[in-house]
Nanobody
Framework: QVQLVESGGGLVQAGGSLRLSCAAS????????MGWFRQAPGKEREFVTA????????YYADSVKGRFAISRDNAKNTLYLRMNSLKPEDTAVYYC????????????????????WGQGTQVTVSS
């Protein structure tokens, strides 16, 4: 069982920055594929970004490319999401997700790849 706890959300003005963290349980975090998804009111949960277990492969939604950066610290069992140049349309609940071995598939952008989800953290960007 993997437990994920997100933190770092909040209210920020457009153009501002936030850094989200996701603390993961388990002694094999370095083997987990990890991702961030978000869900705005009335919309489906959507892919934001993902990272391979070793950190060598990164994936981004077009809407956040160049503004957001995913990273991980395997020694601290923690996943990060740095969000710059935030826009009102980035307002959503942000969820981290884990895919430990045996992996759920090769497509990092698919929700069903991930077996474990955090409770989410709210990000609100005011105009």
């Amino acid at each position: 069982q993997v437990q994920l706890v997100e933190s770092g959300g909040g209210l920020v003005q457009a153009g501002g920055s936030l850094r989200l963290s996701c603390a993961a349980s388990g002694r094999t975090f370095s083997s987990y594929a990890m991702g961030w998804f978000r869900q705005a009111p009335g919309k489906e949960r959507e892919f934001v970004t993902a990272i391979s277990p070793g950190g060598g492969s990164l994936y981004y939604a077009d809407s956040v490319k160049g503004r957001f950066a995913i990273s991980r610290d395997n020694a601290k069992n923690t996943l990060y999401l740095r969000m710059n140049s935030l826009k009102p349309e980035d307002t959503a609940v942000y969820y981290c997700a884990a895919d430990p071995p045996p992996y759920g598939g090769s497509n990092y952008r698919e929700r069903n790849k991930y077996n474990y989800w955090g409770q989410g953290t709210q990000v609100t960007v005011s105009s």
